[in-house]
């Protein structure tokens, strides 16, 4: 039995030692050469430097999990796809690694697309900068993720001006489990009008599908484009410690049930219009969040939780039923939570079964807004500074202290992500840097 044994792992080494002595470099100067590529296991495919403008680029490939397919550039960040070119991956375990996109605008699809038949595809160490239609009211996004298991790290997007998100996930009937990482989402302005999410998890009619899709470790830079910095439309899913700096905007669970935010740092910088996290739906958990400086009420309280419609329609208005606040550390703030927001003729359900319990409010002057009365709810040991005394709330007794620029508990300081890990592409030199006014 045990020279079977010996023997099956040297035939699997064997094999493995085939499959990597097949796999081949290939130095292509056009998508046409791309396409024309019958890539296995192993392949890695390497854009030359000269002139990739008006390409439509399709990556297509069956890698493994041990033997990826990787497309890069000669010099990632400096060979740029201009002009209308896109790209389309489409396989299995294929990486995208160093891609550009700038001086140019897409005609039709999104820049990068991970098609409906993809799987453990990623794209990282990439960038789209400033690549707009010349029609501000054109629509395409800059990355739409099918399929499953997608990945986007470690990334820049900057200066999207016309309508749709900079990058969606789309559902269909099983999980996506799609990783957003380490990316620098840079400034977007304010399009007013609808469309101008950052990114956005789902759609109105898909949200009560679960997605699992993960979005932690990324900045937010000064984006503006709409109310909703992140839109979350669907299921099982989580935000996970970034930043949100001066955007004015929030994040925002819209449709869908049980999803998360935690450890997510938002700083305001009392600009107008800054917001934190609105809560709408059922079995949300928002803890741990550090708000500073948010200037938003209403909508764009630090912490919002809805009013709703009656039998709402998918599109409409959820109600908040079993949130839970807890743990969140809220300084300087307009609004540190505003109960009801939203609340009209028509966004008449409050919320209900909400636990708000171990936050910590200090110098701001509203610790509640109640435009509803909460029903079969917990609202205790709340600590507050700087104001008055309310229900639920007492005197904070815990020291604050002043570490790498936010206000933490004494003895629980942690380092904030952003000063300890590499955000956006490795190419990219300059680091982020938060001011806090």
């Not at 009392?270 to 739906?281: A, F, L, M, S, W």
Request: proline content about 3%; hydrophobic content about 35%.
């Amino acid at each position: 039995m045990r020279q079977f044994l010996k023997n099956t792992k040297l035939t699997a080494l064997g094999m493995l030692f085939v499959i990597g002595a097949n796999a081949k470099d290939y130095r292509v100067a056009s998508a046409q050469e791309i396409s024309a590529l019958k890539l296995v296991p192993g392949d890695k495919v390497i854009m030359k430097a000269g002139d990739w403008k008006n390409q439509q680029i399709v990556f297509r490939g069956k890698g493994t999990a041990q033997q990826p397919i990787t497309l890069t550039t000669e010099n990632p960040g400096k060979v740029v796809s201009s002009g209308n070119s896109t790209l389309k991956i489409d396989g299995d375990y294929l990486i995208v690694d160093g891609l550009a996109f700038a001086d140019g605008y897409s005609e039709k699809d999104a820049v990068v697309t991970f098609t409906k038949t993809s799987n453990n595809c990623r794209l990282t160490n990439s960038s789209i900068i400033d690549y707009n239609h010349p029609d501000k009211d054109f629509h395409y996004t800059w990355v739409s993720l099918f399929g499953t298991r997608g990945q986007v790290d470690h990334c820049a997007f900057s200066g999207k001006a016309h309508q749709e998100p900079v990058l969606v996930v789309w559902l269909s009937d099983k999980p996506n489990y799609t990783q957003i990482d380490h990316n620098y989402f840079g400034p977007r302005p304010d399009l007013k009008a609808n469309g101008g999410e950052i990114i956005r998890i789902g759609t109105s009619e898909w949200s009560m599908h679960d997605s699992y899709a993960t979005v932690e470790n990324n900045i937010f830079d000064s984006c503006n484009g709409e109310t909703e910095t992140v839109s979350i439309k669907s299921c099982y899913n989580k935000v996970l410690n970034n930043l949100f700096y001066e955007c004015v905007g929030t994040l925002t669970f819209r449709h869908g049930n049980n999803s998360e935010a935690s450890n997510n740092y938002f700083i305001g910088n009392y600009i107008k219009n800054t917001g934190g996290i609105r809560v709408i739906g059922e079995n949300h958990k928002v803890y741990n969040n550090y708000l500073y400086g948010i200037k938003g009420t209403g909508l764009r309280a630090a912490i919002s939780l809805m009013n709703a419609y009656k039998n709402p329609e998918l599109i409409k208005y959820w109600q908040v039923k079993n949130a839970v606040i807890t743990d969140n550390v809220i300084v300087n703030c307009a609004v540190a939570i505003e109960i009801g927001s939203g609340k009209d003729s028509i966004r008449v359900m409050p919320p209900i079964g909400v636990i708000l319990e171990e936050n910590i409010v200090v110098n701001t002057p509203k610790l509640i807004v109640y435009n509803e009365k909460l029903e079969n709810s917990i609202v205790k040991n709340n600590k507050e500074k700087g104001t008055d005394l309310i229900a639920g709330f007492e005197s904070l007794k815990e020291d604050l202290v002043k570490s790498d620029g936010i206000y933490q508990v004494r003895g629980k300081e942690k380092t904030p992500f952003w000063m300890i890990e590499k955000i956006g592409p490795n190419w990219r030199k300059e680091n982020f840097e938060v001011q806090v006014k």
